[in-house]
């Protein structure tokens, strides 16, 4: 719980420090914040030579990776962009860029256009990208508290589709990159790369979780999450706790 509560911290002091500086319009609390500088910070990311290096991304939703996930799509890479919340079986949308538009990185219109696949049907991952409200120069980040960044990446490792020459990056902006350590778990991972509208920060290399840290999971977490609940059954098919009932 110690650690819950400092993570806690950390978020609302970037939260309340965005919305003071009035970075994200529709502001910053609650969120992965939609920062001011989310365009300049994805022109600076397909800059590099991981990003030139991939043909397959896996995104958050959010809106501040809008302009990474437009910018895949431009460059016909496929995208795989998590379902909000987890919500479906097949956790993720499939964005090919042979079949979709840019208006497909937004998840109102993926939902429409694009179908949704688990990890049975994806490719091998070569750039992650994901949403973060703080980070610090290590590359430990937290979220706005879901924990469903975690659980996807965990979900993609145990499949084989995340591994070691997978980089995860994050964009944020400036002030959301702090420079105390953030406090971590076990299931929690890391970052490679922190890009923001003004700079590039490569963190170095850390252990990475090998998969779902099953005990950090409450029941009612494994139940809420379809693709989770299969994937514990087919896990664990003899048990008969209650999870499975």
């Known amino acids: 719980m110690q650690i819950d509560e400092a993570k806690r911290a950390a978020r609302e002091r970037v939260w309340a420090l965005l919305d003071a500086e009035a970075v994200d319009p529709k502001g910053a609390a609650g969120r992965i914040p939609s920062f001011t500088g989310a365009e300049a910070a994805a022109q600076r990311l397909a800059a590099l030579d991981v990003w030139r290096d991939a043909r397959v991304l896996k995104s958050n939703p959010d809106r501040a990776q809008l302009p990474v996930r437009e910018a895949a799509l431009r460059d016909g ?13 097949d956790p993720f949308y499939a964005l090919d860029p042979a079949k979709v538009g840019v208006e497909a990185a937004r998840s109102k219109y993926a939902a429409g256009v694009a179908p949704t696949v688990g990890p049975g049907r994806m490719e091998p991952i070569d750039l992650v990208v994901c949403g973060t409200v703080a980070v610090d120069r290590r590359g430990a980040r937290v979220g706005k508290g879901g924990g469903y960044s975690d659980l996807e990446i965990a979900l993609l490792t145990e499949a084989g589709l995340i591994g070691p020459r997978t980089t995860i990056v994050t964009t ?29 920060i490569y963190c170095e290399a850390r252990t990475r979780p090998a998969g779902i840290v099953w005990n950090h999971l409450s029941r009612e977490k494994i139940r809420a999450i379809p693709a989770l609940s299969a994937h514990a059954e087919a896990q664990y098919p003899d048990d008969r ?5």
């Open 77 to 89: 890479k496929t995208v795989y962009m998590a379902v909000p919340a987890m919500a479906s079986p």
């Open 241 to 245: 706790s209650e999870e499975k009932t």
């Open 172 to 200: 944020v902006h400036e002030l959301q990159v702090v420079d105390a350590d953030l406090p971590e778990t076990d299931h929690d991972f890391s970052v490679d790369i922190i890009v923001t509208p003004d700079q590039v």
